[in-house]
């Protein structure tokens, strides 16, 4: 579980400059339980628990989905 944690942790500084990037959805950034968009995609709570949702709109500059994977898979 702490492995975990760092690892989430270590993912959002690596994107926080590129991707908006949360634990849920801003309806239930107060709650710390299983994202419920994640869960009707049939995921079980653990595995909802450990997702992490990036997020970007019309209003979000061009993001560089470069960027993006090639820091995902520098964390591995």
Not at 53 to 63: D, F, I, Y
């Amino acid at each position: 579980m702490i492995k975990q944690v760092i690892l989430k942790v270590r993912l959002f500084v690596a994107l926080k400059d590129l991707v908006a990037i949360s634990n849920g959805s801003a309806c239930t950034s107060s709650c710390y339980t299983p994202s419920h968009v994640i869960k009707a995609m049939g995921y079980s709570d653990d595995e909802a628990n450990e997702a992490s949702q990036l997020s970007w709109c019309h209003l979000t500059p061009e993001v560089e989905w470069r960027a993006v994977a090639v820091r995902i898979l520098s964390l591995r």
